[in-house]
């Protein structure tokens, strides 16, 4: 959530950004803020002219005034008529702090300047390449869902039996890759620092809105219509929310977590796109990486989050780029953000497995997550970071057709082998 102060103060270096970022109109926000002080003013007012009078009933009375004389009651009842105004004014107010908190949840955050400027996806930058070398060289390599197919690990017509399309089912070997990634993938980023959680996988709305993914993208989200409760979209929601509400002390900072969850999403912006394979399902599986941190530390803090989701790649040997989103590309909540392309032969290009992303203070002022630095008065706001290390759906494809083998079988990548247990599938 944006800071109201910052709008007010600085509303047109605000809206000079948002719009960076698309079509954003402050002027509403601007007005309602300015409706709310006035009657704030009013209240304050009429707040300390009901003091005054109940202060001048007790020295009247205390002089010697007669408790039931006219003199009282006319005091008394013109400090009736200022809680009647109160009366008044309290619900037109909290009505306008509603309003004017339901505008603010809607806007997204602002750009870094270190952003690209840019209105869409075509003018994100990038940054580098790895692992040209390990591109295959070959022309034959079948999609992965064929491969997985032909392999029997991957079943995507008893799928929809079960569900509907855009789910798959995982068997023998197939299932037994999806875990030994996710293990490895936790494995490595404990080793790194990251303290492993594994949080409840059906979270509430105030999780959903701590995290930006309400109320823009309620439609995206599973919901249990008879509870509080959604299908996470991401553990980017869950582990958020964990510290909700709480101030931290500096010292407990930075605080590095990873999660394992199943992720769902309805997709419901894809229009046809990547209906076959492990691209875009509705439900699939992710190790995501966060932490909360100084401000003073969250620039460096994402480089060091995507090394480490580069990292995963570069212990696979996949192949893969790095880009920088542009304004217009940016996430809801995001400041800042780099995109891991992972190359697919099939496609003859690269394909986002990881988005790793600095969200400022916008999730901590949303989920009121602050900390106290020992010695100082007041608190701040921690700055949030998030990154997919990795989304394990989109490795395997990367995996079934970068070690795809000319015998039709599929080299399992060195570092999985202990995991696994086999060297081919």
């Not at 970071?385 to 990548?413: D, F, K």
Request: charge should be negative; proline fraction near 5%; aromatic fraction near 6%.
């Amino acid at each position: 959530m944006l800071d109201l102060k910052q709008i007010r103060e600085n509303p047109q270096q605000v809206q000079a950004k948002l719009q960076l970022r698309g079509d954003y109109d402050l002027e509403p926000l601007l007005a309602l803020d300015r409706q709310q002080r006035e009657l704030e003013t009013m209240r304050s007012q009429l707040q300390a002219r009901s003091n005054d009078i109940g202060k001048q009933v007790g020295q009247q009375i205390k002089q010697g005034a007669d408790p039931k004389g006219s003199d009282i009651a006319a005091l008394k009842a013109a400090g009736n008529e200022v809680k009647a105004e109160l009366s008044d004014l309290e619900p037109k107010e909290r009505e306008l702090k509603a309003q004017i908190e339901s505008i603010l949840l809607t806007l997204p955050n602002l750009p870094s300047d270190h952003t690209p400027q840019g209105a869409t996806e075509d003018e994100n930058v990038e940054v580098r390449r790895w692992g040209d070398e390990h591109i295959p060289q070959r022309s034959d390599i079948l999609p992965h869902w064929e491969i997985g197919e032909k392999l029997g690990i991957l079943n995507f017509e008893r799928s929809t039996r079960i569900a509907q399309s855009r789910f798959v089912t995982l068997i023998g070997a197939g299932a037994a890759l999806e875990r030994a990634l996710i293990q490895f993938m936790l494995a490595r980023h404990t080793a790194a620092g990251y303290t492993e959680v594994m949080p409840p996988f059906l979270v509430n709305t105030a999780s959903l809105q701590a995290s930006g993914q309400l109320p823009k993208f309620a439609e995206e989200s599973f919901q249990c219509k008879n509870d509080d409760l959604w299908l996470t979209p991401t553990a980017e929601v869950p582990v958020t929310s964990l510290h909700r509400d709480e101030i931290l002390a500096d010292s407990d900072l930075p605080l590095h977590y990873c999660a394992f969850t199943p992720c769902f999403r309805r997709e419901a912006g894809s229009y046809g796109r990547d209906t076959r394979g492990l691209i875009r399902l509705h439900q699939f599986n992710k190790v995501e990486m966060y932490k909360f941190v100084h401000p003073d530390q969250s620039a460096t803090a994402l480089e060091a989050l995507l090394a480490d989701a580069e990292g995963v790649l570069q212990a696979l040997n996949l192949p893969y780029r790095v880009l920088e989103l542009c304004t217009g590309d940016l996430g809801f909540s995001a400041v800042r953000t780099y995109d891991l392309e992972v190359w697919l032969p099939s496609a003859d290009k690269y394909r986002e497995i990881s988005s790793c992303s600095n969200c400022g203070d916008f999730q901590g002022r949303r989920a009121n997550i602050r900390f106290k630095t020992s010695g100082q008065k007041g608190t701040q706001f921690v700055h949030t970071l998030n990154g997919s290390g990795l989304a394990i759906g989109r490795t395997m494809a990367a995996i079934l057709e970068n070690y795809q083998q000319p015998n039709g079988t599929v080299q399992v990548p060195e570092v999985l082998q202990p995991y696994l247990g086999r060297a081919v599938l």
